[in-house]
């Protein structure tokens, strides 16, 4: 079984600009989350998807985040504009129901300069 | 407030040298405590799911055991290759029912 993909595996870009990492879980999986991971800390939840429906963005910080899961499969998520504190790991992870483990895909290293 | 708590931050142990990290949690109400393995630039893997005090689950040289306080992650004869960051997050009962993590035990096997 395939696991969580991600893309890009790395990305580096200036503070300003604009940002968008991809994601396709697992098949079959109809929760979707995107986490935040800073180096030397837990993931951090910030979106989480049940189908095309978002359950839960308390913590996304939405006046410079945004995410989408379009006919509740893939899922993007935007950062526009980026700032310095942006640098991090961002987690894409899938899961069958809310209830159920969590599988994670590789991550996406983003590098704000 | 939902909040986990992992110790130590960082445990260095010589092959074959047994022990266990600690988890410790303070939430509304619990439905599951989570225990994840992660690698350097890799992604979280998942280990295992504890429901309720008392509960115990193992894989290989691992054992997690949990209380209504703390869970801990046994490690008995440990060897290079176990060497990662574990990783403690709990779901809560309520609501959208999502994870929050600990900040993580990096654990280094020594040959």
């Known amino acids: 079984e395939a696991g969580v993909a991600q893309s890009p595996r790395y990305k580096i870009i200036e503070k300003r600009q604009s940002v968008a990492f991809w994601c396709n879980p697992i098949s079959g999986h109809a929760t979707l989350y995107w986490y935040q991971q800073i180096l030397g800390q837990g993931p951090k939840l910030l979106i989480q998807f049940q189908n095309n429906g978002v359950v839960d963005d308390s913590q996304l910080p939405k006046d410079r985040f945004s995410a989408e899961r379009l006919k509740g499969v893939d899922s993007t998520l935007k950062i526009q504009p980026a700032k310095l504190e942006d640098s991090a790991v961002y987690l894409c992870?899938?899961?069958?129901?809310?209830?159920?483990?969590?599988?994670f895909g590789p991550g996406t290293r983003l590098t704000v300069l | 407030e939902d909040q986990v708590t992992q110790s130590p931050e960082a445990l260095r142990l010589q092959e074959g040298e047994s022990s266990s990290l600690n988890c410790s949690y303070t939430v509304s109400g619990l439905r599951g405590l989570f225990w994840y393995r992660q690698d350097p630039g890799k992604g979280p893997e998942f280990l295992f799911t504890?429901?309720?005090a008392g509960e115990e689950k193992e894989k290989e040289r691992l054992k997690a055991t949990l209380t209504k306080k703390e869970s801990f992650l046994h490690i008995t004869a440990p060897k290079p290759e176990d060497s990662a960051t574990y990783l403690c997050a709990v779901q809560t009962r309520e609501g959208a029912q999502k994870l929050v993590f600990g900040q993580g035990t990096r654990l280094t096997i020594n040959p």
């Open positions: 992870a899938s899961s069958l129901t809310l209830e159920r483990e969590q599988f």
């Open positions: 504890l429901y309720s």
